[in-house]
């Protein structure tokens, strides 16, 4: 199985900060990365599909970058409703595999 | 607009069988892979399952094989999830979603989640 690693864990930051996550795979995942906002007793929502595809709907604060190994989500401008915890995935192989989760928090 | 509408879950014994059910609407349910997700209390997200559009295709994570059945009844809009020899490792609040397990997939919309403990 592919295993992926967010980092970091959790963080702290202020409304209106730039944020920014990240994902590594264990072996490459081409482009067929997608992250997701999970708010506690949500529904989990889909943000960016296939490393920088925004989902209908989704503000563009939210962007992804990466191919391979390496990929990262940036909020361009933290608000309060953006606080949640957020996870990418692989859909390069089966099993799909999540991140551990980023936290993000509010200073 | 699309839903997906979890129901089933339940305090089962160690051992113990439930079934979890999806109500889909808003969308053409028939041909679209679907999947169950879980996650355990402090845990992060664990795919479990998929099935493709026809049912002809199911997928399982290793931790369940053997286990868990996943079905569909697309004449009904619903997705299913047998689950058999439950153990206590298994409680989590379990994730309807729309979308498989095909290169490049993702999941689109996802259900609010049902909850299920296994504990005696």
């Known amino acids: 199985d592919i295993q992926m690693t967010q980092s970091p864990s959790s963080l702290s930051a202020s409304v209106g900060d730039r944020v920014t996550i990240t994902c590594r795979a264990s072996?490459?995942?081409?482009?067929?990365l997608n992250w997701y906002q999970h708010k506690p007793g949500k529904a989990p929502k889909l943000l960016i599909y296939?490393?920088?595809s925004l989902q209908s709907g989704v503000p563009s604060k939210f962007s992804g970058s990466g191919s391979g190994t390496d990929f990262t989500l940036t909020i361009s401008s933290l608000q309060p409703e953006d606080f949640a915890t957020y996870y990418c995935?692989?859909?390069?192989?089966?099993?799909?595999?999540f991140g551990q989760g980023t936290k993000v928090e509010i200073k | 607009e699309v839903q997906l509408v979890e129901s089933g879950g339940g305090l089962v014994q160690p051992g113990g069988s439930l079934k979890l059910s999806c109500a889909a609407s808003?969308?053409?349910?028939?041909?679209?892979?679907m999947s169950w997700v879980r996650q355990a209390p402090g845990k992060g997200l664990e795919w479990v399952s998929a099935i493709s559009g026809s049912a002809g295709s199911t997928y399982y994570a290793d931790s369940v094989k053997g286990r868990f059945t996943i079905s569909r009844d697309n004449s009904k809009n619903t997705l299913y999830l047998q689950m058999n020899s439950l153990r206590a490792e298994d409680t989590a609040v379990y994730y309807c979603?729309?979308?498989?397990?095909?290169?490049?997939?993702?999941?689109?919309?996802w259900g609010q989640g049902t909850l299920v403990t296994v504990s005696s």
């Open positions: 808003g969308f053409t349910f028939s041909t679209y892979a």
């Open positions: 296939a490393t920088s």
């Open positions: 979603a729309k979308g498989g397990v095909y290169n490049g997939s993702y999941l689109d919309y």
């Open positions: 995935q692989q859909s390069y192989s089966t099993p799909p595999t």
């Open positions: 072996q490459s995942v081409s482009s067929y």
